[in-house]
């Protein structure tokens, strides 16, 4: 009796699509960190532990979804792709600069906050930086042109 042993080797992504999933983590990474920044603020102002659990149940869903979308990318479902930049790089790109931009527009100064900001408030905006900027590289890297061949081959 012979045993036949098929060997699939699924074809690995390009270094484009490798860094955009990289990015996409990192992007999860700093939106974890600034929940516990927030969510620690909160809880050290006196807020009560069970009204925040609804709010950290959200953000535990949205990251757990994710990384499963950046698993999924990674392996080159472009329906993952296609959903990371309209969830995520786009819905969850204003979510992340919708509330600074309105506080500037209505007259708030960045010298001012940066005179007046302690620590944490420099953590979180460091953070929030780079999670922005780790969204719009991924973004950018899901969809140049050896991305797009490995989407279509996939």
Known sequence: MSTTTVVVKAE????VVHTAAMLWLAAVAFGAFEAVLMI???LYEGAP???LLPQAGFRLAVFAGAVFLTLKLKDGANWARWTLAGTLGVFG????????VEW???????AEAMAGADALAWAFAASRVLHVLAVLGA????FQPRANAYFRSA
């Open 93 to 100: 790109t204003l979510s992340l600069v919708k509330e600074p």
């Open 49 to 51: 532990v069970l009204g």
């Open 12 to 15: 690995t992504p390009p270094p």
């Open 40 to 42: 620690g603020s909160l």
């Open 104 to 110: 500037l527009l209505a007259g708030g100064s960045i």
């Open 139 to 142: 973004l950018v890297l899901m």
